[in-house]
């Protein structure tokens, strides 16, 4: 049986990973931003379109990353709940 005290944790990590993701996908945005101004306004250098191909994936990838992270925390916290073992 849970305790008020373990339903609160387990609360305030769920919201911790929730945040945690939203920092992910914060940072993925402003990586493609950046590429998106390099296309936008240097199109014309090819070092600056590189930078902004590699800014593209590497937005893609932390977004990727960032998903993964969350879907395997909240797995892992809806295992621990269905187990009963509650912290």
């Known amino acids: 049986m849970q305790t008020m005290r373990d339903?609160?944790?387990l609360e305030r990590t769920r919201l911790a990973n929730?945040?945690?993701f939203l920092a992910y996908v914060r940072t993925s945005l402003s990586l493609i931003a950046g590429a998106?101004?390099?296309f936008q306004?240097?199109?014309a250098i090819q070092a600056y379109v590189a930078i902004a191909w590699a800014l593209s994936v590497a937005g893609v990838v932390v977004l990727?990353?960032?998903a993964w992270r969350f879907r395997t925390v909240r797995s892992a916290l809806r295992r621990?709940?269905?187990?009963?073992?509650?912290?």
Do not use: H, I, N, Q
Request: glycine fraction near 18%; avoid cysteine; charged fraction near 20%.
């Open 7 to 9: 339903k609160l944790a």
């Open 80 to 87: 621990e709940v269905a187990s009963g073992d509650g912290g």
């Open 41 to 43: 306004f240097f199109s």
């Open 36 to 38: 998106a101004v390099l």
């Open 64 to 66: 990727a990353v960032g």
């Open 18 to 20: 929730e945040r945690t």
